[in-house]
C-alpha cells in the first residue's frame, strides 16, 4: 500500500481536501437542487489536469497568499510507507 506521511498542512495537502470536498458537494447538489450542479465537480476537474500539465492553479495562489507552506520548492519527495 501507499501512504504518504504527512507532517504539515501544505498547499498541495490542502487542495487535494478542496477539491474532494466540492467535487462530492457539486455531485450532492446536482443530485438534490438541479442538475447545473454537476458543472461545478467537471470544472474542478478540468483544473486539476491544469494543474498537473502546468502547474498553475488559481487555488494555489490563493493559499499561498493566505500563508499556507509550500511544499513544492523542497528536493526531497515525502516520507512514504
Known sequence: MFLVKW????????????AGLFISLGVALGYLVHPYFFALPGMIGI?????????????VMF???????????????????
Open 63 to 81: 493559499l499561498h497568499k493566505l500563508g499556507l507552506p509550500c511544499d513544492m520548492t523542497t528536493k526531497e519527495p515525502p516520507d512514504v510507507v
Open 47 to 59: 483544473m486539476l489536469v491544469v494543474l498537473a500539465a502546468t502547474g498553475f492553479c488559481p487555488m
Open 7 to 18: 507532517k504539515k498542512w501544505s498547499i498541495c495537502r490542502t487542495v487535494l481536501l478542496l
